[in-house]
C-alpha cells in the first residue's frame, strides 16, 4: 500500500483524504494491522492505484514500465489534463498514420520513377 501511495506521489495525510479515511487508518493500512474495505480501494483507484498490485503483488495489465507511467499520469490527471492528454495521443496516432501512408505512396512513385 505504502509503495503506492509513494509512487503516485502522495504523503499519508494526502492518500487518506482521497479515500475518505483517518491518517492513522491510512498508516494502520500500510503497516498491516487493518485491512481497507472496498470503498476505500474505489477510491484510490479512481486516483490511479493499481488495486490488483496493492491485493495480489502483481501488476494489472502486465503493462511495460513506461506504458504503466503513461497510463498513471492519465489516472492521476484531472478531467480536463485527461482530455487533453486523450486528445494529444489521438494527434501523434494520425500523424504516424499519416507518414505511413505517405511513405508508402511515395516510395512506390520513386520506385516507377527509376524505373521507367
Known amino acids: 500500500m505504502r509503495e ?10 494526502e492518500f487518506a483524504e482521497i479515500a475518505g479515511v483517518k491518517k492513522n487508518a491510512q ?5 498491516g494491522i487493518r485491512s481497507p474495505d472496498g ?12 488495486v490488483l498490485y496493492i491485493l495480489t503483488g ?6 511495460a514500465p513506461d506504458e504503466a507511467a ?13 482530455d487533453h492528454m486523450k486528445a494529444v495521443g489521438a494527434a501523434f496516432a494520425q500523424s504516424v498514420k499519416n507518414a505511413e501512408g505517405e511513405a508508402g505512396t511515395g516510395g512506390g ?3 516507377k520513377k527509376s524505373n521507367g
Open 58 to 63: 502483481e501488476r494489472a495489465g502486465g503493462l
Open 39 to 50: 470503498g476505500y480501494l474505489a477510491a484510490i483507484a479512481d486516483h490511479g492505484a493499481d
Open 70 to 82: 503513461l497510463l498513471d499520469n492519465y489516472r492521476a490527471a484531472n478531467k480536463e489534463g485527461q
Open 109 to 111: 512513385e520513386e520506385r
Open 4 to 13: 503506492e501511495r509513494l509512487r503516485l506521489g502522495y504523503n499519508q495525510t
Open 27 to 31: 498508516s494502520n493500512y500500510e503497516k
